[in-house]
């Protein structure tokens, strides 16, 4: 599968996929350029990026994930419980380094924990990333159950702060955070023994055991990276919604599988790149904007467009498995 097999014209199959996103991508912000005046502008690109940098962040956590052939049901409910986290330990006094040191450590021991009992008791991901996900949904609520405004006059400026960029546009520090993660989390994917197991573990568990990599590390490792992201998630979406809520994220992990699969990661594990999670990210957003610029759809046709679109990708891959 992971061999260079030509595809259309040249160009490795394995890469088909991420190129099948980015064109989407492209095609789809061509069609709001051509329909929507000011739909082509730098800010609304900028703003692809603003509004969906924690999202982005949590597909890089997932892309490990995946490729080695699990799944983490969890961090949607874990961006929640750092939201939580945050907002609680800001109102209590706790300074901000500690509250982002209190939340990162929290998000990795919960993905240690899950990935532990995913390697010695051998039960299936789904079930123990499910529980997980209960788990820190629940511990939101016992904080409190109602939403916590940050107050904070540091985090609050660092929300509202803006980098500008040539040609009018500017940023946010999220999206540095994002993209900065993105660059890490390419460079332990394709520049290290770990990110090369993991595709190993992902492509065939058996015949990486035989071949003498630590399979044990990977698969609990790739777990521990996923519950750092989905964290590092929270605290982004606590500076994008400046407030701790038990609500925060309902179903956002499926949305980071939807962004993962749809970049070209295969479900089976040991095929993907984070850059095509990332192009996944930007092509959910895009259809978000779509629909916000035409204005008379119900914000509930993202969805629909995200799960056909889902559909699509998985047959995809389903093809490609068999040839």
Request: aromatic share 8%; proline share 2%.
């Amino acid at each position: 599968m992971t061999t260079l097999v030509r595809g259309v014209r040249g160009v490795p199959s394995r890469f088909l996929p991420v190129l099948a996103t980015v064109v989407l991508f492209v095609l789809s912000f061509g069609v709001g350029s051509v329909r929507y005046d000011g739909f082509a502008s730098g800010q609304v690109i900028a703003n692809l990026f603003i509004d969906n940098a924690f999202l982005i962040v949590l597909a890089a956590g997932m892309t490990f994930v995946i490729l080695s052939g699990g799944i983490d049901l969890s961090v949607g409910s874990v961006v929640a419980l750092s939201t939580m986290v945050t907002a609680a330990g800001l109102r209590a006094g706790w300074p901000l380094p500690l509250v982002v040191v209190a939340v990162l450590v929290i998000g990795s021991t919960l993905g240690l924990l899950m990935g532990l009992v995913i390697h010695k008791f051998d039960i299936q991901p789904f079930i123990v990333t499910l529980a997980g996900m209960f788990l820190a949904r629940g511990l939101c609520f016992l904080i409190s159950v109602e939403s916590v405004s940050i107050k904070d006059r540091t985090l609050r400026d660092i929300a509202t702060a803006a980098i500008p960029l040539p040609g009018g546009v500017s940023i946010t520090y999220n999206v540095v955070i994002a993209l900065l993660v993105v660059l890490v989390a390419m460079y332990v994917l394709h520049r290290t023994r770990f990110g090369r197991t993991v595709y190993a573990v992902g492509g065939n568990e058996s015949s990486a055991l035989l071949m003498g990599l630590p399979t044990a590390r990977v698969k609990v490792g790739v777990y521990v990276i996923s519950g750092f992201c989905s964290a590092l998630a929270g605290l982004l979406f606590s500076l994008y919604m400046l407030s701790g809520y038990g609500l925060h994220a309902v179903g956002m992990e499926l949305e980071a599988i939807a962004a993962v699969v749809i970049g070209g990661t295969l479900l089976a594990g040991g095929v993907g790149y984070v850059l095509g999670g990332l192009a996944g990210v930007l092509v959910l957003g895009t259809i978000q904007t779509l629909i916000s610029f035409q204005g008379t759809l119900s914000s509930w046709w993202t969805k629909i467009v995200i799960g056909a679109l889902l559909l699509v990708f998985i047959a995809v891959q389903r093809t490609m498995v068999r040839r």
